[in-house]
């Protein structure tokens, strides 16, 4: 039975920094791939057919409100605005923004004449 006891390796700072680092290693693999996985999963998602129904809907809304606000106003005039706003504190834009989109983006209701 006496030589059957193993006896206790010590293992040198070297070496215990060299296991840590293969750890460190393998899981950064692992990270690496469930990072790509949720990648691929957040594209897929933004471009099905729901998310791009979204897209084009609040287009639309943006159109119809930037129709409403400044009618005679072309793609110029709005990349002017856009580069004098960008001074301005974003979160204030963004409420003033949602709440003009609220009251000029919205379709108006009812039948439409037609054309002709």
Do not use: C
């Amino acid at each position: 039975m006496e030589g059957a006891t193993k006896k206790r390796i010590r293992r040198t700072v070297e070496q215990r920094l060299i296991d840590i680092e293969k750890k460190e290693a393998e899981i950064k693999v692992r990270m690496e791939a469930q990072i790509k996985a949720i990648e691929q999963q957040k594209h897929k998602l933004s471009t099905s057919p729901a998310s791009k129904k979204v897209q084009q809907e609040n287009r639309k809304r943006f159109d119809r409100a930037v129709a409403a606000l400044v009618p005679d106003w072309d793609e110029r005039h709005l990349i002017a605005a856009i580069f004098k706003a960008i001074e301005m504190d974003s979160e204030a834009l963004q409420t003033e923004g949602e709440a003009l989109l609220d009251e000029h983006g919205k379709a108006r209701r009812g039948r439409r004449p037609q054309k002709g």
